[in-house]
């Protein structure tokens, strides 16, 4: 209460006309969502510029990128599988552009569900924060079962039981967790750091292949485009489509596999509410979102189409490998090249990207439900926050999905995480859907009370509202179709069911909530623009100030720290 008075007193920014609004805004104490300005429930902004911008770029360069882009070659063939993820990428941009828009204007401790809530509907709210808070609680043992399976490369499961990993790799992210958000960014930077390093370095070498550069001196340019061919015809269950029906079908069935590519970019949205000065370093972070789509996802999968034929027996036999080293497309390609020692770097490359990958996945779900009890949708104790910012019971509760991870002390486990797998991609698309129809109503909002996005945003979507129409048109559609394959040939209902299930959860979660609680649309002028802006414009300006202050005391040095900020801190 003591902060909501004092933020009363805070000077208007005279950058910003809408900030007269915000003071003769009445603030409805009893909403759920300023109990997020109280100590106890307040998360710490210590998430830097760097830390903001290496989490973007890390989020979702792993094992979906690394290993997952063999099957879809395999499956597809070159030219499909540059093009299906060339096209979720853009789909994926214009989700990022739509979560920079709203978190810029007003970053929500809450997350996706808070500007659900206060923009289109509290049910969309619940639905897309528990959608989202399942895709994480089944991802995160996944990962950990995933960490498991690469140690396995080297030692056996019949030496050491896949539990001891499982073990050391689920403390080892609890501890990190539970120090604070200041030490999770670090210790993300320089994953992500490696992360990139590690791409680059693979992209180099498959350019290097390309050009005969090898142990083998074998320029294959673009021969594989021409032999067995660009576009695969589709093939699998004993049912073979010819022509471009075929190609058509292959290409839309590797679409799958490109999202789940790219899911958890969208995790910069949830570290709003603990980054410094969001309405700079969000927007840095999003723009760099756009060219590692670019670099990383387009260029790679394009280099790799042409080191690696969809029909060769090494890739085939990868794609029935375990998660390891043995099952990257990179490995065959380096493994044909005859370059030794080097599949073993990149499992332990792989493994340090799943440590990564987990770490995010428990940050990110307890986050989720942190902002889902400050919604008042969950209970009231997984918003409480210890002295160093860190949500405990939250993260606590969710740790103990993590221990489904231990299944895979049974050999047999393994199939029962490739429906996890499954279950996680539907969950993904749900929650880009939501995010790009909770954009539609902002800028309906926006334009009810008079807000000029043009003129008053300090940052815009590019190309919106056409942009979000056509990335939620696409996103609808390929959750409509991710699992068609079941209907080709033989049905499986295991399949079937894990594709979809998360769509009944999600309308279940959404109709619900609304038949209980009778909550109804929030009308565009009516939509809340202006609860804590105040308090941002205040935050912003203090940090401007102290930025300010810095620059002038750093003038004229030129120690470490400036060589670091006018070379490498330029990209961060």
């Not at 490109?258 to 410094?276: C, H, I, K, R």
């Not at 209980?516 to 009308?523: L, Q």
Request: net charge positive; hydrophobic share 45%.
């Amino acid at each position: 209460m003591k902060d909501l008075e004092k933020s009363a007193s805070y000077p208007t920014s005279e950058r910003d006309a809408l900030s007269i609004r915000t003071q003769e805004y009445n603030l409805d104490l009893s909403r759920s969502t300023p109990v997020a300005i109280s100590d106890s429930h307040r998360l710490k902004k210590d998430l830097k510029a760097r830390h903001i911008t290496m989490i973007a770029i890390g989020g979702a360069l792993g094992t979906g990128l690394i290993i997952g882009t063999g099957a879809a070659l395999a499956k597809a063939g070159p030219a499909s599988i540059f093009i299906a993820y060339s096209f979720v990428g853009f789909i994926v941009y214009c989700v990022m552009c739509s979560i920079g828009e709203m978190a810029t204007y007003i970053p929500l401790p809450s997350g996706f569900s808070g500007y659900a809530e206060r923009y289109c509907d509290p049910a969309l709210g619940f639905g897309v924060g528990y959608a989202y808070l399942c895709k994480f609680l089944i991802i995160c043992p996944n990962q950990l079962t995933a960490g498991a399976l690469v140690i396995q490369y080297w030692i056996p499961r019949e030496k050491v039981n896949p539990g001891v990993w499982i073990t050391i790799i689920f403390l080892l992210i609890i501890a990190i967790n539970f120090f604070g958000v200041k030490f999770f960014g670090e210790f993300e930077f320089w994953l992500s750091s490696f992360k990139i390093v590690t791409i680059i370095g693979l992209m180099l070498l498959l350019f290097i292949l390309m050009l005969g550069g090898g142990p083998t001196h074998d320029r294959l340019g673009f021969r594989y485009w021409k032999d067995p061919g660009a576009f695969k015809e589709y093939s699998g269950d004993g049912v073979h489509i010819t022509g471009n029906t075929g190609k058509f079908v292959a290409w839309a069935a590797v679409l799958v596999t490109a999202v789940f590519a790219y899911l958890s970019t969208e995790l910069v949205g949830v570290t709003v509410g603990e980054a410094e000065n969001p309405r700079r370093n969000v927007p840095r972070a999003i723009k760099m979102t756009f060219y590692r789509i670019v670099f990383f996802y387009c260029i790679s999968v394009l280099l790799l189409g042409c080191c690696v034929a969809y029909d060769d027996p090494e890739l085939l036999s990868a794609n029935k490998a375990s998660t390891s080293a043995s099952a990257s497309p990179f490995v065959v390609a380096i493994a044909n090249a005859r370059i030794p020692y080097l599949p073993h770097i990149i499992n332990a490359a792989i493994l340090l990207f799943i440590i990564s990958a987990s770490n995010s996945d428990l940050y990110i779900s307890s986050r989720t439900l942190y902002g889902l009890s400050l919604n008042n949708q969950a209970p009231e104790i997984f918003s409480r926050t210890n002295k160093r910012g860190v949500p405990v019971y939250s993260m606590l509760f969710c740790s103990l999905f993590c221990a489904l991870a231990y299944m895979n002390c049974a050999s047999s486990s393994a199939t029962i995480f490739i429906y996890f797998v499954n279950v996680v991609s539907i969950f993904g698309l749900l929650t880009w859907i939501s995010i790009l129809v909770t954009h539609i109503f902002f800028m309906r909002a926006l334009k009810a009370q008079g807000i000029d996005r043009h003129r008053d945003l300090v940052y815009r979507a590019p190309f919106a509202p056409y942009s979000t129409y056509f990335a939620l048109t696409c996103c609808i559609v390929v959750a409509l179709i991710k699992n068609f394959t079941v209907f080709i040939g033989e049905f499986d209902y295991k399949t079937f069911i894990t594709g979809y299930i998360g769509i009944p959860v999600y309308l279940g979660c959404i109709f619900g909530y609304k038949i209980f609680t009778r909550c109804k649309r929030v009308k565009a002028e009516e939509a809340d623009l202006f609860t804590f802006k105040d308090i941002v414009d205040a935050e912003e300006e203090e940090f401007l100030q102290k930025q300010a202050e810095y620059k002038l005391d750093r003038a004229g040095k030129r120690d470490l720290e400036w060589y670091y900020e006018n070379s490498i801190g330029l990209l961060f």
